[in-house]
């Protein structure tokens, strides 16, 4: 976020650099979840499993099987909640 403040011009009004700050901040961090998002998915997949019964073995694995038999959706369940939290949190 601040590599891409340091390339915009300084601004005179307190109002306009903290709307600016707010903009660049939540787009930042949605950017981020749309990397992110995946890899929560997979967190959270391996969290559920048994001990006994596990279905997946690596992050690899298990990115390519639910893509496989979800489709590619559902590496993306929960991102409007996870984007809305970290762009406003990247931005305070």
């Known amino acids: 976020m601040y ?3 340091a390339r915009l011009q300084p601004l005179d009004s307190h109002i306009a650099a ?3 700050q ?3 901040g939540t787009a930042v961090g949605m950017a981020a ?3 992110n998002a995946p890899f929560d998915v997979v967190k959270s997949r391996f ?3 048994l001990p006994d019964h596990k279905r997946y ?3 690899i694995h298990t990115l390519i099987t639910i893509r496989r038999e ?3 959706r559902a590496l993306y369940k929960g991102f409007v909640p996870k984007a809305l939290r970290l762009g406003l ?3 305070v």
């Open 47 to 49: 969290q559920s499993q």
């Open 57 to 59: 073995h690596s992050v």
């Open 22 to 24: 707010l903009v660049v």
């Open 18 to 20: 903290a709307a600016r």
């Open 70 to 72: 979800e489709g590619l």
């Open 3 to 5: 590599l891409i403040e």
């Open 89 to 91: 949190g990247q931005t």
């Open 33 to 35: 979840t749309c990397f």
